[in-house]
């Protein structure tokens, strides 16, 4: 069974950097783009950009450029996003989803996690 | 990029009656559509691939159709574990985008 478990809920001051994690399992890591999702509270869903487990190649929406950076860990199968000097802005859930092999749609989710950005 | 517009944001139904759920590109995509749901605080799920093609474990009730820049997510008698948020995504160019969302409430 595929899985994408996500880490907890973050509370993060202004100005600072956090880093999440999405651990899987249940398919060869290496084989496939995970992407990253951002949702703010009742908004839309924006795609941040995606990186392939096999050889950490990444690839950035425009819009997130220099505020998100994409890393794997081929040993434990963990995709990691590092959000930067962090913002009002940038408080939202956070996916991670598993991109098919076409890279065209997405078949796992991980269960999202919460950043909030407050002093 | 491309926009998705998706209407009505809002669709109130009883259960048992069937809707269609639009999304308008803002410029042709082929069939490069994908329908998500999104139930409150969970992931979404994928309900539909390539505008009309079926996902393994997904009820029949739910069916998609459309090319180019108009697409139709249509439920076949709506029932109560399927009032959420319904999302489409596009995959023709990059970045990725998604549709605002439609809310299908109980009336």
């Known amino acids: 069974e595929v899985q994408l478990q996500q880490s907890g809920a973050e509370l993060v001051k202004p100005g600072a950097s956090v880093k999440l994690s999405c651990k899987t399992s249940g398919y060869t890591f290496s084989n496939y783009y995970m992407s990253w999702l951002k949702q703010m509270p009742g908004q839309n869903i924006e795609w941040i950009g995606n990186?392939?487990?096999?050889?950490?190649?990444?690839g950035y929406n425009q819009k997130f450029k220099g505020k998100a950076t994409l890393t794997v860990d081929k040993s434990s199968s963990t995709a990691y996003m590092d959000l930067s000097s962090l913002t009002s802005e940038d408080s939202a859930v956070y996916f991670c989803?598993?991109?098919?092999?076409?890279?065209?749609?997405?078949?796992?989710w991980g269960q999202g996690v919460m950043v909030t950005v407050s002093s | 990029d491309i926009v998705l517009t998706q209407s009505p944001a809002t669709l109130s139904v009883t259960p048992g009656e069937s809707v269609s759920l639009s999304c308008r590109a803002s410029?042709?995509?082929?069939?490069?559509i994908h329908w998500y749901q999104q139930k409150s605080n969970e992931s979404p799920r994928l309900l539909i691939k390539?505008?009309?093609q079926s996902i393994s474990g997904i009820p029949s009730r739910f069916s998609g159709s459309g090319s180019g820049t108009d697409f139709t997510l249509s439920i076949n008698r709506v029932e109560s574990e399927d009032f959420s948020v319904y999302y489409c995504?596009?995959?023709?160019?990059?970045?990725?985008?998604f549709g605002s969302g439609t809310k299908l409430e109980i009336k």
């Open positions: 990186i392939y487990g096999g050889n950490g190649g990444t």
């Open positions: 989803a598993r991109e098919d092999n076409s890279g065209d749609y997405f078949d796992y």
């Open positions: 410029q042709g995509i082929s069939t490069s």
């Open positions: 995504q596009q995959s023709y160019s990059l970045p990725l985008t």
């Open positions: 390539y505008a009309s």
